[in-house]
């Protein structure tokens, strides 16, 4: 089953303990991830084309996201945003990063 998320450069997402940054939107379907291990950052360009494996049993893609995404001519826009669709087992949970931190405090994430 895939989840499917917008998120605007800089902002990170969890995959289990191992945060996701999207690092750079390169356009309204291709963007660069860098997966955050303890010990070394991983650098993936991720498209519309193919899934991108980042992690075991994570595939990544990019999801059309005409609406949001802004074109200002010269490719970037403060309001840019990207789609990412993940590609994982249930069993394998997937946050945004308030979540993921309001989780870790032991709150709700609703404060």
Known sequence: ????????EGE??????IPVLVA????PQKFKVDVQHPSI???????DRIGVQILPNVVVSAGLNERV??????????????KMVF????AIE??????????????????
Not at 1 to 8: G, H, I, P, V
Not at 41 to 47: A, F, H, L, P
Not at 87 to 90: E, G, H, Q, T
């Open 87 to 90: 590609k994982a087992p249930r």
């Open 12 to 17: 990170r997402v969890f995959i289990g303990n």
């Open 69 to 82: 995404y802004k074109d200002s001519g010269n490719g970037q826009n403060p309001d840019d945003s990207v």
């Open 41 to 47: 950052t991983q650098r993936y360009t991720v498209t």
């Open 94 to 111: 997937i946050l945004r990063e308030p979540i993921y931190r309001a989780r870790q405090r032991g709150t709700d994430g609703n404060k």
């Open 24 to 27: 750079e939107i390169l356009g």
């Open 1 to 8: 089953m895939a989840l499917s998320l917008r998120f605007k």
